[in-house]
């Protein structure tokens, strides 16, 4: 199985421009979520859904979009890119459950923003 | 904010050695897990310990959780070279969504 697959794995991106991050699971989980990695802060979270058609925002939501149209998929929009928009971006899946389950993370974006 | 801190951040230690990673948070959880991650890598789950539970097992991995200090401990016993990694913990909140919130995280180094 791929598990959590996030496409692309590097981007460069000038200040302004938009782009879409792409993000995957193949284990039916009703979870996602998108998370940002920055040097010395661990990951914070910037959006997640529960299921299709439903998401919500985290943390640091600002400058970022997301929609749930299916399972499968959930993908991170940058509206207009920011230097501040620097960052590794991990998407995570989970199975839904009162009592927590483990996340299952994709292997990064890195993103620059110039 | 985010919702843990974890001490130490940075921890060096020779192989065949016990590291300890050490957690706190700030509101009420149902879970707390621990992940690791590799140098350019995505996180890898370890443990997921819940709110009534106190400590658990897996491997050479023994976690603790004392809700009333808000602190989890991650012990990892007769480490190995492999084991350099960072690691983190997570809290999770009741009926959440599977949001999770990190801490800084630890780096851990182990020489052969």
């Known amino acids: 199985n791929a598990g959590v697959t996030q496409t692309p794995k590097f981007q460069v991106l000038k200040t302004g421009q938009s782009m879409t991050l792409q993000c995957a699971q193949d284990m039916n989980h009703e979870y996602m979520s998108w998370y940002r990695q920055d040097p010395g802060m661990g990951l914070r979270l910037i959006h997640y859904?529960?299921?299709?058609?439903?998401?919500d925002q985290g943390e640091v939501p600002n400058g970022y979009n997301v929609s749930r149209s299916t399972t499968e998929d959930f993908p991170l929009r940058l509206l207009s890119a920011a230097p501040s928009q620097t960052s590794v971006y991990f998407c995570?899946?989970?199975?839904?459950?009162?009592?927590?389950?483990?996340?299952?993370f994709g292997q990064g974006t890195r993103l620059t923003v110039v | 904010s985010q919702q843990g801190e974890e001490d130490p951040q940075a921890l060096s230690i020779q192989e065949g050695e016990n590291a300890t990673m050490n957690c706190s948070y700030k509101?009420?959880?149902?879970?707390l897990q621990w992940y690791r991650q590799n140098s350019g890598r995505g996180l890898v789950h370890l443990i997921l310990i819940r709110s009534n539970e106190r400590e658990k097992h897996s491997g050479r991995l023994r976690v603790t959780l004392d809700t009333s200090k808000k602190s989890s401990s991650l012990l990892i016993t007769a480490s190995r070279a492999a084991d350099t990694a960072s690691y983190f913990c997570?809290?999770?909140?009741?009926?959440?969504?599977?949001?999770?919130?990190f801490g800084q995280g630890t780096e851990l180094s182990v020489k052969p």
């Open positions: 995570a899946s989970s199975y839904s459950g009162a009592r927590g389950t483990e996340a299952f």
């Open positions: 509101t009420s959880i149902n879970n």
């Open positions: 859904s529960v299921g299709a058609g439903i998401t």
């Open positions: 997570a809290t999770g909140g009741y009926n959440q969504g599977g949001k999770l919130i």
